[in-house]
Nanobody, 125 residues
Framework: QVQLVESGGGLVQAGGSLRLSCAAS?????MGWFRQAPGKEREFVAA????????SYGDSVKGRFAVSRDNAKNTLYLQMNSLKPEDTAVYYC?????????????????????WGQGTQVTVSS
């Protein structure tokens, strides 16, 4: 069983930046970020394959967010720039046991076996 712990959330003004981190207790393969705003369903934000060579993003964050990983540290990152009030949500880290696929496959939650508790990101206008 892999434990995931997110950090780095907080309150930021519109246009600002935040960097989220997700520390895994063990080795993981595909990893991703999802978010859930109040009253809305959880949505895909970004995904990365095991090697880090393939990344995918949700349409609403393309060009503003960047996902990366450090396998030596078992850590996933999400650099969030040009933040907007509509980015306000609880951000969840997720990890799975899939290897060898392009990150596009990992848009779906079905590829994830482990989830973190979430970290709140609030963007003020």
């Amino acid at each position: 069983q892999v434990q995931l712990v997110e950090s780095g959330g907080g309150l930021v003004q519109a246009g600002g930046s935040l960097r989220l981190s997700c520390a895994a207790s063990g080795r993981t393969f595909n990893m991703g970020w999802f978010r859930q705003a109040p009253g809305k369903e959880r949505e895909f934000v970004a995904a990365i394959n095991w090697s880090g060579g393939s990344t995918s993003y949700g349409d609403s964050v393309k060009g503003r967010f960047a996902v990366s990983r450090d396998n030596a540290k078992n850590t996933l990152y999400l650099q969030m720039n040009s933040l907007k009030p509509e980015d306000t949500a609880v951000y969840y880290c997720a990890a799975g046991n899939s290897a060898g696929r392009d990150s596009y496959w990992y848009i779906s939650e079905r590829w994830y076996n482990y989830w973190g508790q979430g970290t709140q990101v609030t963007v003020s206008s």
